[in-house]
């Protein structure tokens, strides 16, 4: 499928007079440059179990977070797909969230987040100046159903009181629905640090980078496979507490004021969002990949 997207672009790129900036950019397929601190990426031909248990898993958390009686390989899809830093070695993978996305007795949510395996609380994924990678993409037979709000990639504090960054979609309850359709990117405040319409075709590549020592937040973004730009930031913004990131989908209810324990939720979900190039990086020295 990507091949073919790829293919009509340059096809249309070359008849307009602007194809040379569109083909550097088309073309660049790229591998992350800075020193990986976690690598989240997804060899191709994993096998599904391969998530479900230590003995086995190397990259992220077996048990967490997500429905009591489900294992990752009922939760994981894989599509064939890749983002931009996924090169040849890597692939997609889809969180899903269905009925049975229930975490402990959390019955408001409907979560499924990966965890790095070598993240901690108090590790190196809080400390010193790092960079988040990963890219999204819609799954059009498994839609979010953005009169909810979703989180979707966040780092939560050690205490569980907050999370220095968040990256949101749909209704934020209790704002207005007029940017549902918006992927948001949050400080713990709830401030908005950048915010870009969801693209229901295309890839969408984010990078956050998180500087503990001086509490600044930059974001770089790009669609399709184009080189990440500058989008905001350094902007300053909370980021104490340590903790670990997720990534996944966190629905939250409607209708309730408890959301982790009560309100709304339609049966029969059948929900997902594609995930490709999950990286953190050090850029202590400054590096960032784009
Ligand atoms: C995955 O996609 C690639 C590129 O479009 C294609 O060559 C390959 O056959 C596909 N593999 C599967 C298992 O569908
Ligand atoms: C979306 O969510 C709202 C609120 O829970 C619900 O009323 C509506 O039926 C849902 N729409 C779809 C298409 O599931």
Redesign the pocket.
């Given at each position: 499928m990507y091949t073919q997207t790829l293919l009509s672009v340059v096809a249309a790129a070359s008849t307009v007079l602007a194809a040379p900036h569109t083909r550097r950019h088309l073309s660049a397929r790229a591998d992350p440059k800075c020193t990986i601190v976690f690598d989240g990426r997804i060899p191709v031909n994993t096998a599904p179990t391969f998530f479900d248990t230590y003995a086995t898993n190397t990259i992220y958390n077996p048990d967490y977070v997500k429905g009591n009686d489900l294992k990752w390989s009922d939760i994981l899809k894989f599509p064939n797909d890749t983002s931009r830093f996924d090169g040849d070695k890597y692939t997609a993978v889809e969180v899903t969230i269905s009925d049975k996305s229930i975490f402990q007795k959390q019955n408001g949510f409907r979560r499924a987040g990966l965890q790095f395996l070598k993240d901690a609380s108090d590790g190196e994924g809080g400390k010193g100046v790092k960079t988040l990678h990963w890219s999204v993409k819609q799954d059009p037979a498994r839609p979010l159903?953005l009169?909810?709000e979703y989180l979707n990639v966040w780092h939560e504090a050690a205490d569980y009181s907050a999370d220095q960054i968040q990256f949101q979609t749909g209704t934020l309850i209790g704002k207005s629905s007029a940017d549902k359709n918006n992927f948001k990117v949050l400080d713990r405040d709830g401030n908005s640090l950048y915010s870009v319409a969801m693209d229901q075709k295309q890839w969408q590549n984010f990078a956050v980078k998180l500087d503990y020592n001086k509490n600044q937040a930059t974001i770089y973004y790009s669609a399709g496979n184009a080189e990440l730009k500058l989008v905001a930031g350094p902007k300053s913004a909370n980021l104490a507490g340590g903790g670990q990131f997720q990534l996944g989908i966190l629905k939250k209810p409607?209708g309730t004021s408890d959301v982790v324990n009560s309100g709304?939720?339609?049966s029969n979900l059948n929900e997902g969002q594609i995930y490709g190039g999950i990286f953190l990086e050090d850029s202590a020295d400054g590096c960032v990949s784009v």
């Amino acid at each position: 499928m990507y091949t073919q997207t790829l293919l009509s672009v340059v096809a249309a790129a070359s008849t307009v007079l602007a194809a040379p900036h569109t083909r550097r950019h088309l073309s660049a397929r790229a591998d992350p440059k800075c020193t990986i601190v976690f690598d989240g990426r997804i060899p191709v031909n994993t096998a599904p179990t391969f998530f479900d248990t230590y003995a086995t898993n190397t990259i992220y958390n077996p048990d967490y977070v997500k429905g009591n009686d489900l294992k990752w390989s009922d939760i994981l899809k894989f599509p064939n797909d890749t983002s931009r830093f996924d090169g040849d070695k890597y692939t997609a993978v889809e969180v899903t969230i269905s009925d049975k996305s229930i975490f402990q007795k959390q019955n408001g949510f409907r979560r499924a987040g990966l965890q790095f395996l070598k993240d901690a609380s108090d590790g190196e994924g809080g400390k010193g100046v790092k960079t988040l990678h990963w890219s999204v993409k819609q799954d059009p037979a498994r839609p979010l159903n953005l009169t909810h709000e979703y989180l979707n990639v966040w780092h939560e504090a050690a205490d569980y009181s907050a999370d220095q960054i968040q990256f949101q979609t749909g209704t934020l309850i209790g704002k207005s629905s007029a940017d549902k359709n918006n992927f948001k990117v949050l400080d713990r405040d709830g401030n908005s640090l950048y915010s870009v319409a969801m693209d229901q075709k295309q890839w969408q590549n984010f990078a956050v980078k998180l500087d503990y020592n001086k509490n600044q937040a930059t974001i770089y973004y790009s669609a399709g496979n184009a080189e990440l730009k500058l989008v905001a930031g350094p902007k300053s913004a909370n980021l104490a507490g340590g903790g670990q990131f997720q990534l996944g989908i966190l629905k939250k209810p409607t209708g309730t004021s408890d959301v982790v324990n009560s309100g709304y939720q339609e049966s029969n979900l059948n929900e997902g969002q594609i995930y490709g190039g999950i990286f953190l990086e050090d850029s202590a020295d400054g590096c960032v990949s784009v």
